[in-house]
């Protein structure tokens, strides 16, 4: 697997500002936000695509989406609502061939995505 920017941010070789880490995952603001609060959540267990949790521990993909619900919290979004965003592959528009979910809250967004 190639070594992509969100290793080297969990190693540390790579500055983030963090809004959550515990020993499964850890969530920073995303560099390019498109949102008010634009939140990114990673397992610290690597994996490249989200389709690998077809074949997944689903206690990881359980501890994964708790921590998701427990960012978005934390950054105040409960009562206004927030949106998960997964790109998944070349047609989901994944830039990073490292599992994680997008966080985005404080505006009303729009829907359909494009
Ligand atoms: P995706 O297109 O779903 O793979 O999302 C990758 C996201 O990572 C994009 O929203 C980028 O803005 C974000 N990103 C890339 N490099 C960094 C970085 N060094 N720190 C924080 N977010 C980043």
Redesign the pocket.
Known sequence: MAVT?FDK?LAGD?P?QKIYEDEFVLA?????PQAPTHA?VIPKKRVERFQEYKAADPIDVGQFFNRVAKVASELGLEKRGYRIVI?NGADG????EYL?A?ILGGRQLAWPPG
């Open positions: 920017i941010i790579i983030c920073f603001r995303d560099v390019n990114l790109n528009q994944q830039s990073v994680h997008h």
